[in-house]
C-alpha cells in the first residue's frame, strides 16, 4: 500500500463540536498528524454530549479518531507560548473559536501571517467573520432554521429539523475541502491562502435548488414529508406488509412504471400526469392509483417488480439498521477503531483512493498525548510545574 497523501502535514487545531472536528478528521485519515488543543478543564465540550461509546459521545468517537490530544489554557502566556511553539512547525492551523475569540488570542488570519507565514489558516464560524450577524454564536439548529431548512423539511402541518448536524457537517466538508486546495496553492505557487467558512453560507449553498426555485417561481416549496416537494411520484408507498419508496425522475421512467408496474400504459398520456409539473399538481390523485396497486404486493414483490421495470426504489430501514446493510457488509466498509475504553466499529471514508489505506487511528483519551508534545517541544523538565499551574 502506498504512503497516506497527506503524511508530512501537521495540522494544529483548536477546535471543538462537529464543524471543524469533521474537517481535521478527515485530513487525519489521510495521514495528516493533527494535534487537537482542548482546555484542561474537560476538553472539547462534545466528548461529554452523551455516554454511548464506552463512556465517550458519539459525536466525539465519530469525529476525532486519528488526532493527538493535547491540553493547553490558550489564555495564559506560558500555554500560548506553547501554541506558538506548536505553530512554528505547523502546515494548517484550523479554530472554530467563538465570535471574537481568535482575534482576542492573536491566531486570526492576519496575526498568523505576521508570526507563522506558512502556516494556513482555516477559520470555522457561524455568520462569517465579517457582517452584521459576525459577533453573533450559531448552533447547527439556529443555522437550519436561518438558511430556510425547516420552512421545506417535515409535514404540510409542521416543521422539523434535519435529524443530524447538516449545517456543521457542510461547513466542515467546505473547511476540508478548502484546506486541500490550500495546501495544493502553497504547494505550486508557494502562497500561504487563509480558509474561511461559515456554518450559515455552507448550508446556504445546499438551499441552492429551493432557494432558486422561490425565487424565480415565486412559490416556497410545499413541505411534503418524505415525498419530493418537486417531483411525483418520489416518495413512500404502502405494500403489505411494509413500505417501499419510489423515484420516478423523468417521463420515460414514468412510462414504464405505468406500463410495467402499474398494468396501464395508457395512464402515461392522461393529461393529469402526462408532465413531471403535471404529476405534482395531481399528486394526492397519482398516489391513490400507486397506492392501490402496490397495497396488493408484498415488499419483495413490490421491489422486484420495479427492479425489473427499472424504477428506482428502496427500503425505509432505522439508523439500528444501518449497522447491517448489506452494502456496507459486502463492501467492507466496517473497521474497528480504538475508543477510551474500548472499541467500536467506525465506517471507513467514503472516498476510496486505489491503492491507500485510511489511517483510522484511535480516539484520544483527554490530553492523552500532552507529555508526548511537550517532550517534543524540548519542555519535559517542565511538565510538572505546568501541570501544578493548570496551563495543561
Known amino acids: 500500500m502506498s504512503t497516506p497523501p497527506l503524511t508530512g502535514i501537521t495540522v494544529v487545531s483548536l477546535e471543538q463540536a462537529v464543524a471543524a472536528p469533521f474537517a481535521t478528521r478527515q485530513l487525519a485519515d489521510l495521514g495528516a498528524r493533527v494535534v487537537k488543543i482542548e482546555r484542561p478543564d474537560g476538553g472539547d465540550f462534545a ?6 461509546v464506552h463512556g465517550t459521545s458519539s459525536y466525539f468517537a465519530w469525529l476525532n479518531r486519528g488526532k493527538e490530544s493535547l491540553t493547553l489554557d490558550v489564555k495564559s502566556a ?3 507560548a506553547i501554541l506558538a511553539e506548536l505553530l512554528d512547525t505547523a502546515d494548517v492551523f484550523v479554530q472554530n473559536l467563538g465570535p471574537g475569540a481568535a482575534g482576542r488570542l492573536g491566531l486570526d488570519a492576519e496575526a498568523l501571517a505576521q508570526r507563522h507565514p506558512r502556516v494556513i489558516p482555516c477559520s470555522v464560524t457561524g455568520w462569517g467573520s465579517t457582517g452584521p ?3 453573533r454564536k450559531a448552533y447547527d439548529l439556529l443555522v437550519q432554521c436561518e438558511a430556510g431548512l425547516l420552512s421545506v423539511t417535515g409535514t404540510p ?3 422539523v429539523k434535519a435529524g443530524i448536524s447538516v449545517a456543521d457537517i457542510a461547513a ?11 495546501l495544493l496553492r502553497r504547494a505550486t505557487t508557494g502562497e500561504v491562502t487563509p480558509v474561511e467558512v461559515s456554518l450559515f453560507e455552507a448550508l446556504a449553498e445546499w438551499m441552492g435548488a429551493p432557494a432558486y426555485y422561490a425565487a424565480c417561481s415565486g412559490r416556497t416549496p410545499a413541505r411534503t414529508g418524505a415525498r419530493h416537494a418537486t417531483i411525483a411520484p418520489y416518495g413512500p408507498y404502502a405494500v403489505a406488509d411494509g413500505t417501499v419508496l419510489l423515484a420516478v425522475q423523468n417521463d420515460r421512467e414514468w412510462q414504464r412504471l405505468c406500463a410495467d408496474v402499474l398494468g396501464d400504459a395508457a395512464l402515461a398520456d392522461d393529461p393529469r400526469f402526462a408532465t413531471t409539473s403535471a404529476r405534482v399538481a395531481h399528486r394526492d390523485e397519482l398516489d391513490a392509483i400507486i397506492s392501490a396497486r402496490l397495497r396488493t404486493l408484498t415488499g419483495e ?14 427500503g425505509i430501514r432505522d439508523v439500528a439498521e444501518l449497522a447491517d446493510h448489506p452494502v456496507l457488509a459486502e463492501r467492507k466498509r466496517w473497521h474497528d477503531v480504538a475508543v477510551p475504553g474500548g472499541t467500536m466499529q467506525a465506517l471507513r471514508p467514503p472516498v476510496d483512493l486505489a491503492g491507500i489505506e485510511p489511517v483510522m487511528a484511535a480516539v484520544p483519551a483527554l490530553g492523552e498525548h500532552t507529555e508526548t508534545i511537550l517532550r517534543e517541544l524540548g519542555h519535559g523538565d517542565r511538565i510538572a510545574d505546568l501541570r501544578a499551574g493548570n496551563v495543561v
Open 301 to 314: 414483490a413490490a421491489t422486484a417488480l420495479l427492479d425489473g421495470a427499472g424504477i428506482a426504489n428502496a
Open 78 to 80: 506560558a500555554g500560548r
Open 133 to 135: 450577524w459576525a459577533h
Open 157 to 159: 402541518e409542521e416543521m
Open 172 to 182: 466542515g466538508m467546505y473547511a476540508y475541502s478548502g484546506i486541500l486546495t490550500a
Open 47 to 52: 466528548r461529554h454530549y452523551d455516554t454511548a
